[in-house]
Every structure is written in structure tokens, then in C-alpha cells.
């Protein structure tokens, strides 16, 4: 069904994704375009009611200030123009503060001045999304790296969804997953959703390579070089695929840059595939903010604990493991984040605090154990919140709540002897602690 669209211009706000953001709480879609849009491009955007021409702190750019093109003003669309840097060009009003004054003004041009109806969500888009996958991939196959990751999980539920059969997923496990992650997988995506799905328990392979390898940086590079060969010789097995399904969200896109956004990060899903494996892209999640992701996976039905479920990075137990990976301090790492997520869990705090986990030291220190002296690691608790991950704040975690997830690491985790808490707000420490 055809949706009404409000287009934002980006003449140098930063704020282009909170006022996109605030648009489609109203239920009607929008996306960001850049400021010099010219009038074929907007022609081909379906279903454009207005257009929001979006200035900011970034809108003099070498002594000029940008303006939208001649296209914008001939195309008889209703415009609004929204300053955020306080001396507009046109001396405009400031841009409320406020969320529920900036939400009235951005009412009223929605839908009193363009006429814009409230008809974007989540059922629409995933009719829209299944109807436009089907035609994209006709009756040809589709390859995606399924992950567990939420932005992953929600892909292949949609492509099930619309192609069935057609989508192969490939679920690496690389050993340095989450304790019971693999086991989910399999168990939502193959016999819950029917997926063909090839799951590689490449545990062995990934820690071989590890073995003895403690700088940080080298860790991460042999844990995605190895994915990648991992991914690619699953692939090579598989003929006749034509598509790669990836999960690519609205923040990748608009993160990565519009014309006046500074790059913030460069993104890669599953990049760095060899050049002689072509592949067409499947990103149906690329409009979508993480919390409509999110809501897009709870209304195809997948588990809230995959769908709420904390950022986990790519090299996951592998980069707080720390030092050169042994067994031992993995399987202790693996554990007391289980106990951690369990106990967070039952004090209502899953969800509520951004990102917690443990570390674990590759030192130890002298306790004793039943009458005698033990020589065992140390486990450090890391809970944060943030809005972005650039910046952070640890949670303040109850003390008996601490006392009890220390008391259950020490007694049901084999070598681990003492458990500490990371006071250190990001800067000066990192989320991670390598
Ligand atoms: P830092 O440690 O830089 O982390 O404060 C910020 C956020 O990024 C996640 N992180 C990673 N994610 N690959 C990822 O996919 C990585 O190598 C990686 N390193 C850190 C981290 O968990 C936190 O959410």
C-alpha cells in the first residue's frame, strides 16, 4: 500500500534523525535526503507530502550558506523550514527544546498542512518490504550470516517470510558466543521458522588461530579474517545464489554520511567478500531506526530476548577475554556473563541497563578455598548506559544485587576466586575493555 512520505532535507543539521524519528512517532514515514536533491530524484520518491528543509549548525559551509535546490521551491509541495543553530537566514523562530512543543509544530505541518495520513506501521511495512523482497529476488537464492545480532535475526525472519526456501542462512559459531546463543538459533530460526539453515560449529578452527595471540587489534582482525573464510567456503558450497541478505539499519546509512554529516563510522555487515563472489544486496531493514527494527521483529514473531537484547560486538567473549584466549578463562568468561545475564534478569534490569557483562584478567591473585590457599582469576562486572556508545555512564547496581552475583560466581564458576566492579564512566575508559 502506497504510504505518505515527509522528505527532510539535510542542510546541515544534526538533528536530521531526531526529527525523523519524531515524524514517524506520528505514523508517517519520512526519509533523509541531501540538500541538493534534484527534481527526477524527488519525482521518484513515492508518495512525498512535504518536505522539511532541515539547517543547522553545519549549514554555512566555506562562507556560503546551501540552500535547496530550484527543484524543492518549483515542486509545489508544502515546505517548512526548521533552523536549529538560532541565526537562521530568514530570522525564523528557534527550534523548541521541548519534545512536546517540537512534536506540536511538526503536527501541525504533518498533517494539517501537507495532509499527510498516519499510515505508516509496522504492518504495512512488512507487506510492503515482503511484496518488494519477492520481486527483487524473483524465484532466485538468497545467501545471509546469521549472526543471532538483532539487526541479523530480524532480516532472516523477513526473508522467511517472503521467500521461504529461497533464503539459506549461515549461522558461524566462532566459539566466543554467549553461553546458550547457538543453541537459540537453531532452535527459533530451524525448528521453529522452518529455515534452511547451516550452522558451522567453528569453535576449534577460530581458537586455534587465537592461540597465543594477545594484542587486541590482532585478535580482531584473525576473528573477522576467519569469518569471512569461514562464510565464504559455506557459500562456495551452495550453488546458484545470487543475493546476499544484510542488516543494514537507517543509522548505518544516514551514520556513514550525508552530504554535510561528518563520517562518524565506517560500517561493514559482512564486507571484505572476495571480489569474485558478486552478490546483489537485500536490505530491507535500511529505513528503519533500531527500535522499529526491533518492533519489526516482535511483530514477525521472533522471542523478545532476541529481539531487546544487549549490543554484543562482532568478536564477542573473544575481546573480554583478555590477553591470549585460553579455554579455561573463556569457559569462566562464558559462565559468569551467564550468571551475570541471569541475575540482571531476575532484578528486572534486562533491558533497562544498556550493555553489562564480565572480563576476565589474564592474571590471578591468592584466596582461599575450602581451608586452603587457591591462585585463581578475577572477574570484572561492566554495566553501562549510553545513548550512542561514544560516551557512558556506569549503573549504579544495587550493593546486595552485587554481592549476590559475586557470591554465585566464586562458588559456581570452576577458577575464579574474586569478582570486581568497573566504576570508570567512558571517557576515560571504554565500553569494552579491549
Ligand atoms: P567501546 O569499547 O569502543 O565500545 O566503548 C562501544 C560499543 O561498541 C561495541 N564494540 C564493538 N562492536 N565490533 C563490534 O561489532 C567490535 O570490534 C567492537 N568493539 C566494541 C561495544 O560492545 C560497545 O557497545
Known amino acids: 500500500?502506497?504510504?505518505?512520505?515527509?522528505?527532510?532535507?539535510?542542510?546541515?543539521?544534526?538533528?536530521?534523525?531526531?526529527?525523523?524519528?519524531?515524524?514517524?512517532?506520528?505514523?508517517?514515514?519520512?526519509?533523509?535526503?541531501?540538500?541538493?536533491?534534484?527534481?527526477?530524484?524527488?519525482?521518484?520518491?513515492?508518495?512525498?507530502?512535504?518536505?522539511?528543509?532541515?539547517?543547522?549548525?553545519?549549514?554555512?559551509?566555506?562562507?556560503?550558506?546551501?540552500?535547496?535546490?530550484?527543484?524543492?521551491?518549483?515542486?509545489?509541495?508544502?515546505?517548512?523550514?526548521?533552523?536549529?543553530?538560532?541565526?537562521?537566514?530568514?530570522?525564523?523562530?528557534?527550534?523548541?527544546?521541548?519534545?512536546?512543543?517540537?512534536?506540536?509544530?511538526?503536527?501541525?505541518?504533518?498533517?494539517?498542512?501537507?495532509?499527510?495520513?498516519?499510515?505508516?506501521?509496522?504492518?504495512?511495512?512488512?507487506?510492503?518490504?515482503?511484496?518488494?523482497?519477492?520481486?527483487?529476488v524473483g524465484d532466485k537464492k538468497v545467501l545471509l550470516a546469521l549472526s543471532g545480532g538483532v539487526d541479523s535475526s530480524v532480516v532472516a525472519a523477513l526473508l522467511i517470510k517472503a521467500i521461504g526456501s529461497q533464503l539459506t542462512c549461515v549461522h558461524v559459531n566462532h566459539g566466543l558466543l554467549r553461553k546458550g546463543e547457538p543453541e537459540q538459533v537453531v532452535e527459533v530460526f530451524q525448528k521453529q521458522m522452518g529455515a534452511n539453515l547451516v550452522y558451522v560449529d567453528a569453535s576449534e578452527r577460530f581458537l586455534g588461530k587465537l592461540a597465543g595471540v594477545a594484542d587486541p587489534e590482532k585478535k580482531r582482525k584473525i576473528i573477522g579474517a576467519e569469518f569471512i573464510r569461514v562464510f565464504e567456503e559455506e557459500a562456495r558450497k551452495l550453488s546458484g545464489v545470487e543475493f546476499l541478505g544484510q542488516g543494514t539499519i537507517y543509522p548505518d546509512i544516514v551514520e556513514s554520511g550525508t552530504k554535510t554529516a561528518k563520517m562518524v563510522k565506517s560500517h561493514h555487515n559482512v564486507g571484505g567478500l572476495p571480489e569474485d563472489m558478486q552478490f546483489e544486496l537485500v536490505e530491507p531493514l535500511k529505513m528503519l531506526f533500531k527500535d522499529e527494527v526491533r518492533a519489526c521483529g516482535v511483530a514477525l514473531g521472533l522471542p523478545e530476548g532476541m529481539v531487546y537484547r544487549q549490543p554484543f560486538p562482532g568478536p564477542g567473549l573473544g575481546v573480554r577475554c583478555l590477553g591470549?584466549?585460553?579455554?579455561?578463562?573463556?569457559?569462566?568468561?562464558?559462565?559468569?556473563?551467564?550468571?551475570?545475564?541471569?541475575?540482571?534478569?531476575?532484578?528486572?534490569?534486562?533491558?533497562?541497563?544498556?550493555?553489562?557483562?564480565?572480563?576476565?584478567?589474564?592474571?590471578?591473585?591468592?584466596?582461599?578455598?575450602?581451608?586452603?590457599?587457591?591462585?585463581?582469576?578475577?572477574?570484572?562486572?561492566?554495566?553501562?548506559?549510553?545513548?550512542?556508545?561514544?560516551?557512558?555512564?556506569?549503573?549504579?547496581?544495587?550493593?546486595?544485587?552485587?554481592?549476590?552475583?559475586?557470591?554465585?560466581?566464586?562458588?559456581?564458576?570452576?577458577?575464579?576466586?574474586?569478582?570486581?566492579?568497573?566504576?570508570?564512566?567512558?571517557?576515560?575508559g571504554t565500553i569494552e575493555w579491549e
Open 1 to 136: 500500500m502506497q504510504q505518505d512520505m515527509i522528505v527532510i532535507l539535510d542542510l546541515g543539521s544534526e538533528q536530521n534523525t531526531l526529527i525523523a524519528r519524531d515524524i514517524r512517532a506520528l505514523g508517517v514515514y519520512t526519509e533523509i535526503h541531501n540538500f541538493d536533491i534534484t527534481a527526477d530524484e524527488l519525482a521518484a520518491l513515492p508518495g512525498v507530502k512535504g518536505i522539511i528543509l532541515n539547517g543547522g549548525p553545519n549549514r554555512v559551509v566555506d562562507g556560503v550558506s546551501i540552500d535547496a535546490s530550484s527543484a524543492v521551491y518549483e515542486s509545489g509541495l508544502p515546505l517548512f523550514t526548521v533552523d536549529h543553530c538560532g541565526k537562521t537566514p530568514q530570522d525564523l523562530p528557534a527550534w523548541p527544546e521541548d519534545e512536546a512543543e517540537r512534536k506540536a509544530v511538526l503536527s501541525k505541518f504533518v498533517f494539517d498542512t501537507c495532509r499527510a495520513e498516519a499510515n505508516w506501521n509496522m504492518e504495512n511495512f512488512i507487506a510492503d518490504q515482503v511484496e518488494l523482497i519477492r520481486r527483487q
Open 324 to 428: 591470549a584466549i585460553t579455554r579455561e578463562r573463556l569457559e569462566a568468561l562464558r559462565e559468569s556473563d551467564a550468571i551475570l545475564r541471569e541475575e540482571f534478569a531476575a532484578a528486572g534490569l534486562m533491558g533497562k541497563v544498556w550493555q553489562y557483562f564480565t572480563v576476565i584478567p589474564d592474571f590471578q591473585s591468592v584466596g582461599v578455598r575450602d581451608n586452603a590457599r587457591c591462585f585463581e582469576y578475577p572477574v570484572i562486572i561492566r554495566a553501562v548506559n549510553t545513548v550512542d556508545a561514544m560516551t557512558a555512564t556506569i549503573e549504579r547496581v544495587d550493593w546486595a544485587l552485587l554481592e549476590k552475583i559475586t557470591d554465585r560466581i566464586t562458588h559456581e564458576v570452576p577458577g575464579v576466586n574474586r569478582v570486581l566492579y568497573d566504576l570508570t564512566p567512558k571517557p576515560v
